[in-house]
T-cell receptor, first 109, second 113 residues
Framework: QKEVEQNSGPLSVPEGAIASLNCTYS??????FFWYRQYSGKSPELIMF????GDKEDGRFTAQLNKASQYVSLLIRDSQPSDSATYLC?????????FGQGTELSVKP | DAMVIQNPRYQVTQFGKPVTLSCSQT?????MYWYQQKSSQAPKLLFH???????NEADTPDNFQSRRPNTSFCFLDIRSPGLGDAAMYLC????????????FGDGTRLSIL
């Protein structure tokens, strides 16, 4: 069983829609959770991080964490073509980041 | 702006010829990481430093070595690159702590001829 799982996609949404990206993790002791955006050929860029159950909002982005279900998600409202990228979920386990495979998001104009 | 800088952005080397990638940071973070990322795969942690303490991942090949001469600089040495070592190499930094994010440099794309 993979430690951090994401649907690889591609996830295709129309411009202006809400994109929902999901991630599950296996280690119940995980304390913090990160979403990175990675454009093709570029390095990961931090979008959001969350460590308490519930929602955390930053502009068009909302991270949601449910530790009981071992589930973390990222919502992108009013999706733009510039949001088209791979989104990596990362979980802090013992000071190390464990990355999921990433979900490729495509926002169609 | 404080940042993580990797040099070079692109590196081409010959099969078996040693190569060194460099990373510098102005964030004054005490932890530095090296990752390898191949196409369509997640970044894979090779090793990291807590200050001067070196931590190697169990599955990192012996071919990969690292040096951290001071807080600001960290190097990745590949002693005898093979074709399978062609990848993007990412340097990241953070402050110690469970909720601290890692900040990545732009990466070095390594090609092996």
């Amino acid at each position: 069983q993979k430690e951090v799982e994401q649907n690889s996609g591609p996830l295709s949404v129309p411009e202006g829609a809400i994109a929902s990206l999901n991630c599950t993790y296996s280690d119940r002791g995980s304390q913090s959770f990160f979403w990175y955006r990675q454009y093709s050929g570029k390095s990961p860029e931090l979008i959001m991080f969350i460590y308490s159950n519930g929602d955390k909002e930053d502009g068009r982005f909302t991270a949601q964490l449910n530790k009981a279900s071992q589930y973390v998600s990222l919502l992108i409202r009013d999706s733009q073509p510039s949001d088209s990228a791979t989104y990596l979920c990362a979980v802090n386990q013992g000071g190390k980041l464990i990355f999921g495979q990433g979900t490729e998001l495509s926002v169609k104009p | 702006d404080a940042m993580v800088i990797q040099n070079p952005r692109y590196q081409v080397t010959q099969f078996g010829k040693p190569v060194t990638l460099s990373c510098s940071q102005t964030l004054n973070h005490n932890v530095m990481y090296w990752y390898q990322q191949k196409s369509s795969q997640a970044p894979k942690l090779l090793f990291h430093y807590y200050d001067k303490d070196f931590n190697n991942e169990a599955d990192t090949p012996d071919n990969f070595q690292s040096r951290r001469p001071n807080t600001s600089f960290c190097f990745l040495d590949i002693r005898s690159p093979g074709l399978g070592d062609a990848a993007m190499y990412l340097c990241a930094t953070s402050i110690t702590g469970p909720h601290q994010p890692q900040h990545f440099g732009d990466g070095t794309r390594l090609s092996i001829l």
